[in-house]
């Protein structure tokens, strides 16, 4: 009798234990069934398991899943902090590292950015707002983005004028503490006008390219610097980048700049612009080709990038080829002499971003018109506004952490003083 219910016992364990596996194994099955049934399910499932969305057992590598789990998970500015290390690093590699690694929960940013008395905001432009500045209207375009999140952000007079624009409206008529103010001024601003206790400089150049280098003795040494382009020196310290190198880079693309898939394309359009860059230029562009001139507007930009079908600029540096390939006109940029592809990039705002994605390539944009750029133009014209989505995430994970760090200024290691001597 006893070895009949020892048996009984034993067999219903078995049960018990197929069960379970079963049971167990239809939550994995679900989710690849119905991939939105996530990690955060299965855990809620198995609330006493030690669960890894990296385990041994039941591994997943899914970039969507792990972000399900950490949402502000800072992936650009961990990626900086080891930006030697990772290299030549996938974006899971990298969160495989700090995963598998303590879980630094210095980039998990969960404060609340508008908590603990922020800071408030004064942008100081060098020039009244032009769209066609391009500038300028980054200026405006980081006041209406900032103004978006909850932060006070005020734009200053220029010359006493408050000129009406299309991005941000909101000027300052001495409506806030200034011993509890962050002021932004540009390289091409001389000092500290506004004897501010707190200054950012945002380099939208390289110093020394469009503003001599010796402004640099007219600024305090413990303002902040915010790089709007990667540049080359980046590459020299790469330890420095993500806590003394640090980007800010945000770009206004016209709600209007489209492709209006027109169904004939022909000849080529061009401009000289910022040409100087340039020790000798041999025109590429035929003898009948339009030319955009500086008093073009955007909206004609639109309407003749949306007519031809290809658009040489003799400026390396100007955003009207990245307007161009959104609006479908394959876009050729005259390489720089001794200057390749991937350096040329990096010398540009979005330097940083291909070097994390690794992908040194902006879509319908060819660098120089070798047979193989055209083609590759030709072949990713349809990807453009798929990445420029992208870049988009990828700016606004930069602005959050601008707050994040003027909200600690004092702290803040970026200085001129560490950035410049």
Sequence with gaps: MDNKLFKFFIILLYICIILYIYLDSLVWLKYYLYPDYNEYTYIKFN??????????????????????????????????????????????????????NGKSYAF????????????????YPHLPFNLLDGGTTVQYYLA??????????????????????????????????MNNTI????????????????????????LGKNVPYAYLNTWNKNELVYYFNYELKFNNNPEKIGNIYKLLTVIYVNPNIKNMNLNTREGYCYTMRKSHYHNKINIIHPNNSFEITLSHTQENYIE??????????????????????????????????????????????????CKIKQNFNLYGIAYGNSPEELKFAQD???????????????????????????????????????NYF
Aim: net charge positive.
């Design 304 to 353: 003749i990038f949306n007519k031809y079908k290809y658009f040489v600029s003799y400026d390396p540096l100007t955003f009207i080829s990245i307007i161009a390939s959104l609006c479908g006109c394959i876009s050729i940029v005259y390489p720089i002499e001794g200057i390749n592809k991937k350096e040329w990039i990096l010398k540009g705002a979005l330097g940083e971003y």
């Design 380 to 418: 990713t014209i349809h990807l453009v506004q798929e990445q420029w989505n992208d870049i988009k995430n990828y700016e606004s994970k930069l602005v959050q952490n601008f707050i994040t760090d003027i909200n600690n200024f004092n702290n803040m290691q970026n200085t001129i003083q560490n």
């Design 144 to 177: 209406s983005l900032l103004d978006k999140l909850g932060i006070k952000v005020r734009m200053h007079k220029v010359n006493g004028e408050n000129k009406s624009n299309i991005l941000f409206n909101n000027y300052y008529e001495n409506d806030f503490d």
């Design 47 to 100: 609330k006493n398991k030690k669960f890894s969305i990296f385990n041994n057992m039941n591994t997943i590598y899914s970039l969507k899943q792990f972000y399900i789990l950490y949402p502000k998970f800072d992936y650009y500015n961990y990626r900086n902090s080891k930006a030697e290390f990772f290299k030549n690093k996938t974006e899971l590699d990298v969160i495989y590292y700090w995963y598998s």
């Design 108 to 123: 998990l940013n969960y404060e609340n950015y508008t908590n603990n008395n922020p800071k408030n905001i004064l942008i």
């Design 183 to 206: 002021v932004i001024y540009c390289e091409g601003i001389q000092g500290n006008p506004l004897n501010a206790k707190y200054v950012v400089r945002w380099m939208l150049s390289e």
